[in-house]
């Protein structure tokens, strides 16, 4: 039987949480370097498409354009600015790895180039990719078209599947700083807003009807169907061409998205889950120097180094290793919430 939609009191959709604390943890886990291969192809289509899901699944703006951006620079802007920033001024003081000098870092930061010091991208992504979808869901409601999902889902996937060509297709070296990604996330905002508008779209015209098949049974299957349209690639190591590579991503992300989705809506939902998925913005601010911090300490032991050599040891000692972190941020984060709520745009509670 299916979770309930129930919300908790903090006026929360518990599965949405529990979809957000599964995807947190893979993004804590892809950066450590215990983590092979073999486990980065089962997640790595699906993860951070998931979050922009779960941002479109719970969009529900009647707000002016002038107080939804405002809103989204408290909630947003602002944690990336102060947390991308002080993990800049940290590194320059207390670091475990090589840094360049602090205003080349800065400046890179500011440019938001992915993958060239872009400090917190993701948050930066997530900003970004919500003003054009305020429009976008604004035209798409005023819209009287009957089919007006499948049209506007299909303009999604149109201007995502160009995005995509772009990066695929567009020569590195005729952009000065030699790579084909845009500041502040240009050439992704459109494959994120697609997952966004898919969120959406889910929670107001299909999820009942997905819900109608999610059993035990089918559950299996999807997870077997992932599985082997992952690995069978994987392990063959069979070369698409540039269309065909293409959709074997959207095939593989969306099937990974529904895969964890159904996982999530019937999983027994719990303080350590719901607390870890409010808070998957502090966790993906914070979790950079602490895994740092362990992986410093570990290389000092050989059993360490012995476990890195072998994928099977790597995996599940990586696998660990994230729920450990996970729990150590628990304290951080709560005095962050408790004591610095303006931080990450809320508001300080009463005792």
């Given at each position: ?9 903090n006026n929360r ?35 951070l498409?998931l ?13 002016s ?49 992915r ?20 429009f976008?869901?604004?035209?798409y ?28 297709l567009?020569?590195a ?12 996330h ?24 997905i ?30 061409s ?12 969306l ?37 740092s ?12 180094n ?18 450990i ?16 709520p ?10």
């Amino acid at each position: 039987m299916l979770n309930p939609l129930y919300k908790n009191m903090n006026n929360r959709i518990e599965w949405i949480d529990t979809v957000k604390y599964i995807c947190i943890m893979f993004v804590m886990l892809t950066h450590l370097e215990s983590c092979t291969e073999e486990l980065r192809t089962f997640f790595n289509p699906f993860f951070l498409m998931l979050f922009f899901f779960c941002s479109g699944y719970v969009y529900k703006n009647n707000r002016s354009f002038k107080a939804f951006i405002l809103k989204k620079i408290r909630q947003l802007f602002v944690p990336w600015l102060v947390f991308s920033c002080l993990n800049i001024f940290l590194a320059q003081i207390l670091s475990f790895n090589k840094h360049s000098d602090l205003f080349e870092e800065l400046k890179w930061n500011f440019l938001q180039i992915r993958g060239l010091n872009d400090g917190l991208w993701f948050i930066a992504a997530l900003f970004i990719t919500y003003i054009p979808f305020y429009f976008y869901v604004k035209k798409y409601e005023e819209s009287k078209n009957k089919y007006k999902h499948i049209i506007f889902v299909c303009i999604s996937l149109i201007f995502s599947f160009i995005s995509i060509l772009y990066t695929k297709l567009m020569p590195a070296e005729l952009l000065p700083w030699g790579s084909v990604n845009l500041p502040w996330h240009m050439e992704y905002v459109f494959q994120a807003m697609l997952f966004m508008f898919i969120g959406y779209i889910f929670k107001n015209k299909i999820e009942n009807k997905i819900d109608l098949y999610n059993t035990g049974k089918n559950r299996f299957i999807l997870m077997l169907v992932y599985v082997i349209i992952r690995y069978a690639v994987y392990f063959s190591g069979v070369h698409f061409s540039v269309i065909i590579e293409i959709i074997y991503s959207y095939l593989s992300q969306l099937f990974g998205c529904l895969l964890i989705i159904d996982f999530s809506k019937v999983i027994k939902s719990n303080k350590y889950f719901n607390f870890v998925g409010q808070n998957t913005l502090l966790y993906f601010a914070l979790h950079g120097k602490f895994y740092s911090l362990f992986q410093t300490i570990l290389k000092n032991f050989d059993i360490y180094n012995m476990i890195l050599k072998n994928t099977i040891y790597s995996s599940i000692f990586a696998i660990f290793l994230t729920v450990i972190l996970s729990l150590v941020l628990i304290l951080p984060v709560y005095i962050i919430n408790r004591y610095f709520p303006f931080l990450i745009g809320r508001k300080k509670k009463d005792n």
